[in-house]
């Protein structure tokens, strides 16, 4: 037990993080609250996929040494895993765009109710359709 | 509602860490993330694509699709943002001008 | 050319949405041919696709003509061609159902939501298409954010509504992810036919047991199974017409063909029944959805908010169909997809129909409109027996092979839900049959003069030309599912049904 997270204590941060971020989303009652919340949990996934890989000892980052000039054999060992940081690159433009959006129905929802707490914009609904219907 | 949200929450974290038992350990240069696909973009990646940055070679040539797919999103989440947020200039002035 | 329909019918909408933007600023009219256009060129190459792979069998498609899973493949059989032809056929409707559509609801921004609606299309149509996993990440993120866009212009109460449905998707999207991470760190490959062929001798293995588990959460969430479908009805609800009646037919059942990879060609259907019993799980998921969908219908007082809770009881079919994990249960399934997306489509449709010429779609205002609207409502009387499952509309078969499923594995409980589920549909379709046939519209009914004989006043023919060619498809695909079990079902049944 105590050996488990000893040696993979990387995978133990980013659940706590992912389950922070999930507790923001569900539980907090201000909408932009909420929105950070799927933040931290679009990251905590990224840190995830970045760790993946990792390789441990003398290596570089994935950039070839000597550029164009290289003329000797390029050993795999040598250098990080590609594939991680490739996707993740696409995810966080994603959680971006993502983010753009909700905050341009954040500020649609400003307009109509002028609050952004959830209990108070339920309370305002109620009251709207019991008047209007 | 809080207790409860906070109770469902420690036991997906629990779950999720009952998944990782079984995975490599952190760094681990045999894993099978680090030997099955990677070691021919790194090795082949100079004599195919003459870039040194394996990362730029694998986003635009290896899986340049999914980069075209991410250039697609952010290009839909400008729109979507144009349609959403578009008319409240306007909407302002005329209730300035009534 | 032929050859290269697989990638130019993705990129095709794509060019498109990105040229609708100038065309739409030079002059308003332009983006409604041109929409048309497109989606008419999309559905054709779709069906050569399909018939090309009825003929030749599966097509494989190399992006950049490098191997997978060094680069991305796309790989076509029989499940993919026809939900591409789908998926194309709702997209045709609905863009001839936009043009008068938008201009009621949404005038003055059809440029952007013409724009929305094609980036609609190809994020659909890439999920669909591709057999790359990371791949389907991003098209289901482009699919997600042009339906939040759209379903967010519809005024009033749609923002609130989305953004619970952005909260809940974005769960659902990551959740998807973090399993592909899970599948990615345990056996290095992204390809959806390598991870088949690597992934049996890792079935012992708690990764892998937690990565399905995710996959599947993540879709259940973008499918609106059971317990995770709190966002659909307010927010198909709140959408333009236009809107949900081709979202409402085509999201759900998207995810649910996503459903049916993952589980029976990622993951073998031995892993069921060996490791962990998911399948159990979900039947029970999907019998809880019919029947609860189908009572909350009941309670409701609106058309409109009716039809989006009986979309999760339809839900709950197909999820059980594929539960069942046997061959009558699986077609009933495939079958149930098919149906949904045209009756959806006709229903939604018809509604919107209404809503343009009464103003909204409550049962109380719905008086005489066998009168007012006989077309439109002939076509929603086709796709009600569709729903309920009367011959010879594809629902009747498609509920036929699901009662086979379930007697075939035993389980008369679901049996039981089904029947039941049936009556319950009878029961609130009827209803709103009743009240437009045989009732007066209510007095608080707003019309501009008094209350005087009926005449016929009909939708505006771009509104009834999709609705009545859906109804038309729903006769056909059920007149004609025998060729469809034999050509595009059986070949596709996964081995050891």
Same mark, same amino acid.
């Given at each position: 037990?105590l050996e488990?997270?000893?040696? =993979?204590? @990387?995978f133990?941060?980013?659940v *706590?993080? /992912?389950? &922070?971020?999930l507790? $923001?989303?569900?539980? =907090?009652? @201000?909408?932009?609250?909420?929105? *950070?919340? /799927?933040? &931290?949990?679009?990251t $905590?996934?990224?840190?995830?996929?970045?760790s993946?890989?990792v390789?441990?000892?003398?290596?570089?980052?994935?950039?070839i040494?000597?550029?164009?000039?290289?003329?000797?054999?390029i050993?795999?060992?040598d250098?990080?895993?590609?594939?991680?940081h490739?996707?993740?690159?696409t995810a966080?433009?994603?959680?971006?765009?993502t983010t753009?959006?909700a905050?341009?129905?954040?500020?649609?929802i400003?307009?109509?109710y002028k609050?952004?707490?959830?209990?108070?914009?339920?309370?305002i609904?109620q009251?709207g359709r019991e008047?209007?219907? | 509602?809080?207790?409860v949200?906070?109770?469902?929450?420690?036991l997906?974290g629990?779950l999720?860490?009952?998944?990782?038992?079984d995975?490599?350990?952190w760094?681990?240069?045999?894993?099978?993330?680090?030997?099955y696909?990677?070691p021919?973009?790194?090795?082949e990646?100079?004599?195919?694509?003459?870039?040194?940055?394996i990362?730029t070679a694998?986003?635009?040539?290896?899986?340049?699709y999914?980069?075209?797919?991410?250039?697609?999103?952010?290009f839909t989440?400008?729109i979507?943002?144009?349609?959403?947020?578009?008319g409240?200039g306007s909407?302002?002035?005329?209730?300035?001008?009534? | 050319?032929?050859q290269?329909?697989p990638a130019?019918?993705?990129?095709?909408?794509?060019l498109?949405?990105?040229?609708?933007?100038?065309?739409?600023?030079?002059?308003?009219r332009?983006?409604?041919?041109?929409?048309?256009?497109?989606?008419a060129a999309?559905?054709?190459?779709?069906?050569?696709i399909?018939?090309?792979?009825?003929?030749f069998?599966p097509?494989s498609y190399h992006m950049?003509g490098?191997q997978p899973?060094?680069g991305?493949e796309?790989r076509?059989?029989q499940?993919?061609?026809?939900m591409?032809?789908?998926?194309s056929?709702?997209?045709l409707?609905?863009?001839i159902y936009?043009?008068?559509?938008f201009k009621?609801?949404i005038?003055?921004?059809?440029?952007?939501?013409?724009?929305?609606?094609l980036?609609?299309?190809?994020?659909?149509?890439g999920?669909?298409?591709?057999?790359?996993l990371?791949?389907?990440?991003?098209?289901?993120?482009?699919a997600?954010?042009s339906g939040?866009?759209?379903?967010?212009s519809?005024?009033?109460?749609?923002?609130?509504?989305t953004?619970?449905?952005?909260i809940?998707?974005?769960?659902?999207?990551s959740?998807?992810?973090?399993?592909v991470?899970y599948?990615?760190i345990?056996?290095?490959?992204?390809?959806?036919m390598d991870l088949?062929r690597?992934?049996?001798e890792?079935?012992h293995?708690?990764?892998?047991?937690t990565?399905g588990?995710?996959?599947?959460?993540g879709?259940?969430l973008?499918m609106?199974?059971?317990?995770?479908?709190?966002w659909l009805?307010?927010a198909?609800?709140?959408?333009?017409?236009?809107v949900?009646?081709?979202?409402?037919?085509?999201y759900?059942?998207?995810a649910?063909?996503l459903m049916i990879?993952?589980?029976?060609?990622?993951?073998?259907?031995?892993f069921?029944?060996?490791?962990?019993?998911?399948?159990?799980?979900l039947?029970?998921a999907?019998?809880f959805a019919?029947?609860?969908?189908s009572?909350?219908?009941?309670?409701?007082?609106?058309l409109?908010?009716?039809?989006?809770?009986?979309?999760?009881?339809?839900v709950?079919?197909?999820v059980?169909?594929i539960a069942?994990?046997?061959?009558?249960g699986?077609s009933?399934a495939?079958?149930t997809i098919i149906?949904?997306?045209?009756?959806?489509?006709?229903?939604?449709?018809?509604?919107?129909?209404?809503?343009?010429?009464?103003?909204d779609?409550r049962?109380?205002?719905?008086?005489?409109?066998f009168?007012?609207?006989p077309?439109t409502?002939?076509?929603?009387?086709?796709g009600?027996?569709?729903?309920?499952?009367i011959?010879?509309t594809?629902?009747f078969?498609?509920?036929?092979?699901?009662?086979?499923g379930?007697?075939?594995?035993?389980?008369w409980?679901f049996i039981?839900a089904?029947l039941?589920?049936?009556?319950l549909?009878?029961?609130?379709?009827?209803r709103?049959?009743?009240?437009?046939?045989f009732e007066?519209?209510?007095?608080?009914?707003?019309?501009?003069?008094?209350?005087?004989?009926?005449?016929?006043?009909?939708?505006?023919i771009?509104?009834?030309?999709?609705?009545?060619s859906?109804a038309?498809?729903?006769l056909?695909t059920?007149?004609g599912s025998?060729?469809?079990m034999?050509?595009?079902?059986?070949?596709?049944i996964?081995?050891?049904?």
């Amino acid at each position: 037990m105590l050996e488990f997270i000893i040696s =993979k204590y @990387n995978f133990w941060f980013y659940v *706590i993080l /992912m389950m &922070i971020g999930l507790y $923001a989303m569900l539980a =907090k009652r @201000n909408l932009v609250k909420k929105l *950070i919340g /799927m933040n &931290i949990f679009q990251t $905590a996934i990224i840190l995830f996929y970045v760790s993946i890989g990792v390789k441990a000892g003398k290596v570089h980052v994935p950039i070839i040494i000597g550029g164009h000039g290289t003329h000797h054999a390029i050993k795999a060992a040598d250098y990080l895993n590609p594939l991680p940081h490739v996707l993740m690159l696409t995810a966080i433009v994603v959680s971006i765009a993502t983010t753009g959006v909700a905050l341009a129905v954040l500020i649609l929802i400003y307009r109509r109710y002028k609050t952004l707490n959830e209990d108070e914009i339920l309370a305002i609904r109620q009251a709207g359709r019991e008047t209007g219907a | 509602m809080k207790t409860v949200i906070l109770i469902f929450v420690i036991l997906a974290g629990g779950l999720l860490l009952y998944g990782t038992m079984d995975m490599p350990a952190w760094g681990d240069p045999n894993s099978p993330a680090n030997t099955y696909v990677s070691p021919r973009y790194i090795e082949e990646a100079m004599e195919a694509t003459e870039t040194p940055n394996i990362v730029t070679a694998v986003l635009a040539d290896y899986r340049g699709y999914d980069t075209m797919g991410e250039t697609t999103v952010i290009f839909t989440a400008a729109i979507a943002c144009a349609l959403l947020l578009r008319g409240i200039g306007s909407a302002r002035k005329e209730e300035d001008e009534s | 050319m032929a050859q290269q329909f697989p990638a130019l019918i993705i990129t095709i909408p794509l060019l498109a949405a990105l040229f609708t933007v100038p065309l739409g600023t030079l002059n308003r009219r332009f983006c409604y041919p041109w929409l048309m256009f497109i989606m008419a060129a999309v559905l054709s190459m779709a069906i050569v696709i399909c018939g090309r792979v009825i003929t030749f069998g599966p097509i494989s498609y190399h992006m950049g003509g490098w191997q997978p899973p060094w680069g991305i493949e796309y790989r076509i059989d029989q499940l993919n061609a026809l939900m591409l032809v789908l998926i194309s056929g709702a997209g045709l409707l609905g863009a001839i159902y936009s043009g008068p559509s938008f201009k009621k609801e949404i005038d003055g921004r059809q440029t952007l939501a013409s724009s929305l609606y094609l980036l609609m299309i190809t994020g659909l149509m890439g999920i669909v298409i591709t057999g790359d996993l990371f791949n389907i990440f991003v098209f289901l993120e482009i699919a997600s954010l042009s339906g939040y866009g759209l379903i967010a212009s519809g005024g009033n109460d749609a923002p609130f509504a989305t953004f619970r449905y952005i909260i809940m998707g974005t769960i659902g999207a990551s959740c998807y992810l973090l399993g592909v991470g899970y599948l990615y760190i345990s056996t290095g490959s992204l390809n959806l036919m390598d991870l088949h062929r690597l992934l049996p001798e890792l079935y012992h293995s708690r990764v892998i047991l937690t990565a399905g588990a995710l996959m599947l959460v993540g879709i259940a969430l973008k499918m609106a199974l059971f317990p995770l479908h709190a966002w659909l009805p307010e927010a198909y609800y709140e959408a333009p017409s236009a809107v949900s009646g081709v979202a409402a037919p085509l999201y759900t059942k998207v995810a649910g063909y996503l459903m049916i990879r993952i589980l029976y060609n990622l993951f073998d259907p031995g892993f069921f029944t060996e490791v962990f019993p998911i399948t159990t799980i979900l039947s029970w998921a999907a019998v809880f959805a019919l029947l609860i969908g189908s009572i909350y219908a009941i309670a409701q007082t609106d058309l409109k908010k009716m039809l989006c809770y009986s979309v999760i009881a339809q839900v709950g079919y197909i999820v059980l169909g594929i539960a069942l994990a046997n061959r009558a249960g699986f077609s009933g399934a495939i079958l149930t997809i098919i149906n949904e997306v045209f009756t959806k489509a006709c229903i939604f449709m018809a509604t919107g129909a209404i809503i343009y010429r009464i103003g909204d779609s409550r049962i109380e205002h719905l008086g005489h409109l066998f009168r007012r609207m006989p077309i439109t409502m002939l076509a929603f009387i086709v796709g009600v027996f569709s729903m309920i499952g009367i011959p010879p509309t594809c629902g009747f078969f498609s509920k036929l092979y699901l009662i086979f499923g379930c007697v075939e594995a035993g389980q008369w409980v679901f049996i039981a839900a089904l029947l039941l589920s049936t009556i319950l549909n009878v029961v609130y379709f009827f209803r709103v049959i009743k009240v437009a046939c045989f009732e007066d519209p209510q007095p608080d009914y707003e019309r501009k003069e008094p209350y005087p004989e009926i005449t016929m006043e009909e939708a505006p023919i771009g509104l009834l030309l999709p609705v009545v060619s859906a109804a038309a498809m729903i006769l056909i695909t059920g007149l004609g599912s025998h060729w469809i079990m034999v050509n595009l079902i059986t070949p596709i049944i996964p081995a050891g049904f």
